[in-house]
């Protein structure tokens, strides 16, 4: 039986942020299960970076230098700072290396401003398109929102979100919470819990 690929639009799971430890906690479990075909997408990294081979899943960088330099020389400075930052989320690989790799599902996991271009794509709704994004605040942003109506599958980490969205009449949109790696966690001792206030 072949497996499913399952694609991971996120942070670089060997940086050190906390979408990093994310996917890093994420990718190692379900490259533990061997059930899928595992793809990294990461955000932030360059294309053919040597790092990229680290991992025991395939990585590819979403930032291609030549991309970026065809946009800003087709486009005004002004908007050259925009081309850089949607560049590091994928937005300009994205729909590439969907087709390249040839996804039955991908997880766009980041801030909404980082993955609300995966909604837009002609192909968003042939394969299991999820957003799943943290939503921290309130209100909920109006990007979230627009966002939602255009993909059956939008996970908000903060069940207040899912549940503003839910009144909003968005009754596709569900919790679920982002990953951690719970093998460093122990048991603190009666005395050091004295400390904790």
């Given at each position: 039986?072949k497996k499913k690929?399952l694609a991971?639009?996120?942070?670089?799971?060997?940086?050190?942020?906390?979408f990093?430890?994310?996917?890093?906690?994420?990718?190692?479990y379900?490259y533990?299960?061997?059930?899928?075909?595992?793809?990294?997408?990461?955000?932030?990294?360059?294309?053919?970076?040597?790092?990229?081979?680290?991992?025991?899943?395939?990585?590819?960088g979403?930032?291609?230098?030549?991309?970026?330099?065809?946009?800003?020389?087709?486009?005004?400075?002004q908007v050259?700072?925009?081309?850089?930052?949607?560049?590091?989320?994928?937005?300009?690989?994205?729909?590439?290396?969907?087709?390249?790799?040839?996804?039955?599902?991908?997880?766009?996991?980041?801030?909404?401003?980082?993955?609300s271009?995966?909604?837009?794509?002609?192909?968003?709704?042939?394969i299991?398109?999820?957003?799943?994004?943290?939503?921290?605040?309130?209100?909920?942003?109006?990007?979230a929102?627009d966002c939602?109506?255009?993909v059956?599958h939008?996970?908000?980490?903060?069940?207040?979100?899912?549940?503003d969205?839910?009144?909003?009449?968005?009754?596709h949109?569900?919790?679920?919470?982002?990953c951690i790696?719970?093998s460093?966690?122990?048991p603190?001792?009666?005395?050091?819990k004295?400390?904790?206030?």
């Amino acid at each position: 039986m072949k497996k499913k690929k399952l694609a991971i639009l996120t942070d670089h799971s060997l940086s050190f942020t906390g979408f990093g430890r994310f996917s890093k906690a994420l990718l190692t479990y379900l490259y533990s299960l061997n059930k899928y075909d595992l793809v990294h997408f990461a955000v932030g990294a360059v294309k053919d970076n040597p790092d990229l081979t680290r991992t025991p899943w395939v990585t590819r960088g979403v930032v291609d230098p030549n991309i970026i330099q065809q946009l800003k020389a087709a486009n005004p400075p002004q908007v050259h700072e925009q081309i850089d930052r949607m560049s590091g989320y994928g937005a300009h690989t994205i729909d590439t290396l969907v087709k390249e790799e040839k996804c039955d599902v991908l997880l766009n996991v980041q801030d909404i401003w980082g993955i609300s271009f995966a909604c837009d794509y002609h192909w968003s709704d042939k394969i299991t398109n999820v957003l799943w994004t943290t939503l921290d605040s309130r209100p909920i942003l109006q990007q979230a929102i627009d966002c939602s109506k255009k993909v059956k599958h939008f996970w908000s980490w903060a069940d207040f979100a899912t549940q503003d969205m839910i009144k909003m009449g968005l009754t596709h949109v569900k919790t679920v919470r982002g990953c951690i790696d719970t093998s460093r966690f122990y048991p603190l001792t009666d005395s050091s819990k004295s400390f904790i206030v």
